[in-house]
């Protein structure tokens, strides 16, 4: 590790892990200790707002919004294990917001969102050292870090990893079938997306599914498991957290 | 019925008419992907190039307009407005009769798809015989395309040779190069004997009003070789600023189309035959279509309006490969149609507001759209049209339960912990359609709503 710096983060934790992934954003914290930050919760935050703004209900996506950055006041950099609720807050917001007078406070409370990797890769300066027992993992990008740095930060990062292996998911432009609320709406379509994902990920026989992003990891195991097999999978954070040498 | 139209239709839809999709929009993607790679250092700065193009020619489209008409007038082509379906359709079929055309051949037209011209002239009387040979073996089985470019991506070749044994144009034989042979043969006389030839138009430039026409089968010269009268019915949406641009858009819709670098066939027409030309139509009349392009150009989802019509968003989808595109109930499939479809509809809007809904929002299609469209956040605003006008959307869940405890940060915290009692329930309890929706293909991970809150307190304690 290059780069130690002190940095205080305002760590979102979102609302999966904060209902179901809970050693995900555990490790999320230590990873950002490790390099050096000072993280700080809000305890008031609850969600970023998107299922609503998915939907196409920007006026409850708006109320959500808004308390959000009423959380996440100040200028400290916004830490969050998520390209998709990080794209909410750059993205998202940008559109939901059109019009509206707060559109150009939403829009600085995105400039200083970072998604994790992207946060560790290119605003710190990360090269990240680890080690790990023999490893294989499969990587799985979210759809929502599309166009962003995400990606190949966390390729960076695991890439620092030794004995850690990283492939990348075959068909990797095609989405997992997640979507939120589409995945209930859709359940079909939703599930023969996911299947497809499924024999890509097959095909490599990885120890656990890597990506940053639980919601398409939570779907893709529920899916798997459903079926009778069972699919490990993993955030980018906690392949990190588990390759620190203390 | 249960469920959305869309997602019973994809439950519906026959294995293998699937499998078929899948491969072919697979490996279309991959392919244009391919050639764009390899023929350019940054296919990227392309597509920016073509959406900085068409959109300006949208903001200025008056303009671009009014210059296009006026040089092809000049040209000698006999231009006519049609606000909608009816007036274009009329506007076709009044230009037939004056000329006294009986037999008309047609090459593809999405335009034409859109406002269902083949049906309306067979009705009056007229025949319109497509000549892409896609289009051809819809229109025999009386059944509309389901892809943009590839029409007939759902039918497999025993099909068609079922279709062509039928239809009198030889025995059984399901050999796609004696299928396209034999339809050739057919075509030749065909073509021969017409009266007039029926076609789209990919690009008007306003500098010259030139059309540019691209095809694969060389059937939109055929459709206007050995005849007198030429008729291009196009959307007013297609104009370009300059000849100039024509290698921009030609360059990337053949490579996001069909992963060629030039289609087979490009044609620019300049007008009607000149006296040195030996051959071609006397007359051509260039029919520019309305049909609710102006109101989706003063909608907040104008860049739909770049729309080049190559289909690559279609390929790529990861909807459509499992729903194909018939399951968009309309002319356009995938991405595109979820978002045009419900905007050229007008009035009759709510037919088509499931049809956005249809995503999971996953942006392949603005990957790969030469245009640069944003399609998914174009999806997003039609749902939140849709949402503010009221239209039920059966299988979603409502947001306002869920926007109030997100904005009560008490509530939020107390709900994590209560939520722990679901570990212990029978999923059956569960008093959440959505929940049951998502538990009935995959399992729950266990909940731990406040486990990490704990942790952290603990913590920040130590």
């Known amino acids: 590790m290059e780069s130690r710096q002190h940095t205080q983060v305002l760590f979102m934790a979102t609302c999966l892990c904060d209902a179901f992934f809970a050693d995900v954003a555990k490790a999320a914290v230590e990873v950002l200790e490790h390099a050096g930050c000072e993280v700080?919760?809000?305890?008031?935050?609850?969600?970023?707002?998107?299922?609503?703004?998915?939907?196409?209900?920007?006026?409850?996506?708006?109320?959500?919004?808004?308390?959000?950055?009423?959380?996440?006041?100040?200028?400290?950099?916004?830490?969050v294990p998520s390209g998709s609720c990080g794209a909410m807050m750059t993205h998202g917001n940008s559109i939901q917001f059109e019009g509206e007078t707060d559109c150009d406070m939403m829009a600085t409370l995105g400039g200083r969102t970072w998604e994790i990797c992207d946060f560790l890769s290119n605003q710190l300066n990360i090269n990240w050292e680890g080690s790990l027992q023999e490893t294989r993992v499969t990587m799985h990008h979210s759809c929502h870090s599309r166009g962003s740095q995400t990606g190949a930060s966390a390729l960076a990062l695991l890439g620092g990893i030794q004995g850690l292996e990283v492939q990348e998911v075959g068909q990797a432009d095609q989405c997992c079938g997640f979507g939120g609320t589409f995945s209930v709406a859709f359940p079909n379509i939703s599930a023969g997306m996911g299947e497809l994902k499924l024999s890509e990920v097959e095909k490599q026989q990885p120890d656990y599914l890597v990506s940053a992003d639980m919601s398409c990891l939570m779907h893709l195991s529920g899916l798997a498991e459903k079926s009778g097999g069972a699919l490990p999978v993993r955030h980018v954070v906690q392949i990190l957290r588990d390759s620190i040498v203390s | 019925m249960k469920g959305q139209p869309i997602d019973r239709f994809s439950s519906e839809l026959a294995a293998d008419t699937r499998t078929a999709v899948i491969a072919s929009a697979s490996s279309t993607t991959e392919k244009r992907s391919h050639i764009l790679n390899s023929d350019y250092p940054d296919p990227n700065r392309l597509r920016k190039l073509a959406a900085q193009i068409k959109q300006h020619t949208l903001d200025h489209l008056d303009t671009y307009l009014e210059q296009a008409v006026s040089k092809m007038r000049e040209n000698g082509v006999k231009v006519h407005?049609?606000?909608?379906?009816?007036?274009?359709?009329?506007?076709?079929?009044?230009?037939?009769?004056?000329?006294?055309?009986?037999?008309?051949?047609?090459?593809?037209?999405?335009?034409?798809?859109?406002?269902?011209?083949?049906?309306?002239?067979?009705?009056?009387?007229?025949?319109?015989?497509?000549?892409?040979?896609?289009?051809?073996?819809?229109?025999?089985?009386?059944?509309?395309?389901?892809?943009?470019?590839?029409?007939?991506?759902?039918?497999?070749?025993?099909?068609?040779?079922?279709?062509?044994?039928?239809?009198?144009?030889?025995?059984?034989?399901?050999?796609?190069?004696?299928?396209?042979?034999?339809?050739?043969?057919?075509?030749?006389?065909?073509?021969?004997?017409?009266?007039?030839?029926?076609?789209?138009?990919?690009?008007?430039?306003?500098?010259?009003?030139?059309?540019?026409?691209?095809?694969?089968?060389?059937?939109?010269?055929?459709?206007?070789?050995?005849?007198?009268?030429?008729?291009?019915?196009?959307?007013?949406?297609?104009?370009?600023?300059?000849?100039?641009?024509?290698?921009?858009?030609?360059?990337?819709?053949?490579?996001?189309?069909?992963?060629?670098?030039?289609?087979?066939?490009?044609?620019?027409?300049?007008?009607?035959?000149?006296?040195?030309?030996?051959?071609?139509?006397?007359?051509?009349?260039?029919?520019?279509?309305?049909?609710?392009?102006?109101?989706?150009?003063?909608?907040?989802?104008?860049?739909?309006?770049?729309?080049?019509?190559?289909?690559?968003?279609?390929?790529?989808?990861?909807?459509?490969?499992?729903?194909?595109?018939?399951?968009?109930?309309?002319?356009?499939?995938?991405?595109?149609?979820?978002?045009?479809?419900?905007?050229?509809?007008?009035?009759?809007?709510?037919?088509?507001?499931?049809?956005?809904?249809?995503?999971?929002?996953?942006?392949?299609?603005?990957?790969?759209?030469?245009?640069?469209i944003p399609i998914p956040d174009l999806l997003v605003k039609l749902r939140a049209k849709g949402k503010v006008e009221g239209i039920p959307t059966p299988g979603s869940p409502s947001m306002g339960g869920f926007a109030r405890g997100a904005t009560s940060p008490g509530l939020w915290r107390a709900g994590l912990r209560a939520a722990n009692v679901m570990n212990s329930l029978p999923a059956s309890w569960i008093p959440a359609p959505a929940l049951r929706s998502w538990l009935d293909q995959r399992t729950l991970p266990t909940w731990k709503g406040g486990e990490f809150r704990r942790w952290m307190k603990e913590r920040r304690k130590a």
Do not use: W
């Open chain 1, 40 to 79: 700080l919760f809000p305890e008031d935050q609850t969600c970023c707002g998107q299922p609503a703004f998915n939907s196409g209900d920007f006026a409850n996506g708006r109320k959500v919004a808004r308390h959000t950055a009423k959380v996440f006041g100040g200028d400290l950099p916004i830490v």
């Open chain 2, 81 to 372: 407005f049609a606000s909608d379906g009816d007036a274009a359709r009329e506007t076709v079929l009044s230009i037939l009769k004056e000329k006294g055309a009986r037999k008309i051949v047609k090459s593809k037209s999405m335009a034409s798809e859109e406002i269902h011209l083949n049906e309306f002239l067979e009705k009056n009387g007229l025949e319109c015989l497509e000549s892409d040979l896609g289009e051809f073996i819809v229109q025999l089985d009386g059944d509309v395309p389901s892809h943009i470019v590839r029409p007939i991506i759902h039918k497999n070749r025993r099909e068609i040779a079922n279709t062509f044994e039928r239809e009198g144009l030889g025995e059984y034989n399901d050999d796609p190069e004696v299928i396209t042979r034999r339809a050739r043969a057919f075509f030749r006389s065909r073509y021969m004997e017409s009266d007039a030839g029926i076609t789209g138009g990919n690009f008007i430039s306003a500098e010259s009003g030139r059309v540019a026409l691209v095809t694969n089968e060389g059937n939109a010269r055929f459709s206007m070789a050995p005849n007198r009268l030429h008729i291009a019915l196009i959307g007013i949406e297609k104009v370009i600023p300059r000849d100039r641009d024509f290698s921009v858009f030609l360059n990337l819709l053949a490579r996001s189309a069909t992963a060629q670098q030039l289609t087979v066939y490009t044609q620019f027409i300049s007008g009607p035959r000149v006296d040195s030309q030996p051959s071609g139509p006397d007359e051509m009349h260039v029919v520019l279509m309305d049909n609710g392009r102006s109101d989706t150009l003063g909608s907040n989802c104008s860049e739909i309006l770049r729309c080049i019509r190559c289909g690559a968003c279609q390929n790529v989808c990861p909807v459509y490969r499992q729903a194909s595109g018939h399951a968009y109930r309309a002319t356009y499939g995938g991405p595109v149609g979820a978002v045009l479809s419900p905007l050229l509809a007008g009035d009759a809007f709510p037919q088509y507001s499931d049809l956005p809904r249809a995503s999971s929002l996953c942006g392949a299609c603005r990957e790969v759209c030469p245009v640069d």
